[in-house]
């Protein structure tokens, strides 16, 4: 089950759309929004913050993988001389 659920902090805030959350996004969307305007907009920037962090590893995992990628090797070889050919 997909839950969707727009949030609004305040006028001054971006909207943001909240899609999968689990039991404890739930959670802290609740806290969230029970706090005052500047304490729930420090909990969202932590979060986003989270978010970046997390992403950045899983870059990191992805990138130090070892296995060949011959698909993607082929893919960046032609972008290059691609892109010597446009100079």
Same mark, same amino acid.
């Given at each position: 089950?997909? @839950?969707?659920?727009?949030?609004?902090?305040?006028?001054?805030? +971006?909207?943001?759309?909240?899609?999968?959350?689990?039991?404890?996004?739930?959670?802290?969307?609740?806290? @969230?929004?029970?706090?005052?305007?500047?304490?729930?907009?420090?909990? @969202?920037?932590?979060?986003?913050?989270?978010?970046?962090?997390?992403?950045?590893? +899983?870059?990191?995992?992805?990138?130090?993988?070892?296995?060949?990628?011959?698909?993607?090797?082929?893919? @960046?070889?032609?972008?290059?001389?691609?892109?010597?050919?446009?100079?």
């Amino acid at each position: 089950m997909v @839950v969707t659920r727009e949030i609004n902090l305040s006028s001054r805030f +971006e909207r943001a759309t909240v899609l999968s959350m689990t039991a404890v996004s739930k959670v802290l969307v609740e806290i @969230v929004d029970a706090l005052p305007e500047e304490k729930a907009q420090e909990v @969202v920037d932590f979060a986003r913050f989270l978010q970046h962090r997390s992403g950045d590893l +899983e870059w990191e995992r992805i990138i130090d993988d070892a296995r060949p990628r011959p698909k993607l090797d082929a893919f @960046v070889d032609a972008a290059l001389r691609e892109g010597q050919l446009s100079c």
